[in-house]
């Protein structure tokens, strides 16, 4: 068993949608990374968090540490935000990535 | 401005070549890390060095190695002995074990 899972593996939502992605760890962790690779292959870190919540734009991440669970939120959905998002957890000086969840948000 | 450059974007490589892709940064950052990442899998660490002069071995180092002369660049020479190398390989760097980590934009390898 991976010790990252995300779910869905794949996603496909229309344009204005309210969208979810999940992340699963089963090792304990200092932070929490949602990543987010576009077509090209470059990977744009979007959230580190430890604890909490944090809001950026359109975009919401929330992690509870004693379930080990985060989740990625995205708030009315655009076309532009189609790419694989990523989970990673940092622990003991490298992080493990969960195999990414495919976002596709038609107009 | 400051960011981590890898270059090439896209690498052929024939069969029993080995190939060396380069990573720099320019965040001053102590920390560096080689990913491998194949369709339908996450990523995997191949090396990292938490400081000049140092690195250790990852999940899958076997027929990659890597050196760390600088705190700046950190390349990894696919050898020959890598069995399955077409991939597509990306570099990181953070601070510390607990910041937040910038990626390169990848470099593509092939092999022909």
């Known amino acids: 068993k991976n010790e990252v899972e995300q779910s869905p593996q794949n996603l496909t939502a229309q344009e204005g949608e309210f969208i979810t992605i999940n992340c699963s760890y089963s090792v304990g962790i200092s932070a929490l990374h949602w990543l987010q690779q576009h077509p090209g292959g470059g990977i744009v870190s979007l959230f580190m968090l430890s604890s909490g919540k944090k809001k950026h734009g359109r975009l919401i991440a929330t992690i509870n540490i004693q379930e080990k669970h985060s989740s990625l939120h995205i708030t009315a959905s655009h076309p532009r935000d189609s790419a694989v998002y990523i989970c990673a957890v940092r622990r003991m000086g490298d992080m493990r990535f969960g195999a990414g969840t495919r976002l596709t948000v038609k107009p | 401005d400051g960011g981590i450059t890898q270059s090439p974007k896209y690498l052929f490589r024939k069969e029993g070549q080995n190939v060396t892709l380069s990573c720099e940064q320019n965040?001053?950052?102590?920390?560096m890390y080689w990913y491998r990442q194949d369709p339908g899998q996450g990523l995997r660490l191949i090396y990292y060095?938490?400081?000049?002069?140092?690195?250790q071995k990852g999940d899958i180092a076997e027929g990659y190695s890597v050196s760390r002369e600088k705190k700046e660049s950190f390349p990894l020479t696919v050898t020959s002995a890598q069995k399955n190398p077409t991939a597509f390989y990306l570099c990181?760097?953070?601070?510390?074990?607990?910041?937040?980590?910038?990626f390169g934009q990848g470099t593509r390898l092939t092999v022909v």
């Open positions: 990181a760097s953070s601070t510390g074990v607990n910041t937040e980590a910038f």
């Open positions: 965040l001053n950052h102590d920390a």
């Open positions: 060095s938490q400081i000049v002069n140092d690195f």
